[in-house]
């Protein structure tokens, strides 16, 4: 069983950067490919950034690419979603997602293919 924990959230002004932690607690950690979601409010859950379990694959929405970078830490377990030039837009609740799937080749842009989620930290940017 994986255990997901996100920290990093806050308020921050537009054109702004913050990096989200997500630290994981279980033995698989190494071998899950991960994932970052964001809720808005009002909105549906949608795919921000994912990345594989070598973290020798990354992909992410459109709507962040050349903005946010996710990277993995597998000794300290842990993965991070740096955001760069921040837009209103971005705000919402962040999650993590692990696969449990071990050393899945590709990382996945849908909801459905994770199996352990965080709490959500909040985001917050105001123009």
């Known amino acids: 069983q994986l255990q997901l924990v996100e920290s990093g959230g806050g308020w921050v002004q537009a054109g702004g950067s913050q990096r989200l932690s997500c630290a994981a607690s279980?033995?698989?950690?190494?071998?899950?490919?991960m994932g970052w979601f964001r809720q808005a409010p009002g909105k549906e859950r949608e795919f921000v950034a994912a990345?594989?379990?070598?973290?020798?694959?990354?992909i992410y929405a459109d709507s962040v690419k050349g903005r946010f970078t996710v990277s993995r830490d597998n000794g300290k377990m842990t993965v991070y979603l740096q955001m760069n030039s921040l837009k209103p837009e971005d705000t919402g609740i962040y999650y993590c997602?692990?696969?449990?799937?071990?050393?899945?080749?590709?990382?996945?842009?849908?909801?459905?293919?994770?199996?352990?989620w965080g709490q959500g930290t909040q985001v917050t940017v105001s123009s």
């Open positions: 279980g033995l698989t950690f190494s071998t899950n490919n």
């Open positions: 990345i594989t379990w070598s973290g020798g694959r990354t």
């Open positions: 997602a692990a696969d449990r799937r071990p050393r899945a080749i590709a990382p996945s842009n849908e909801l459905a293919r994770y199996d352990y």
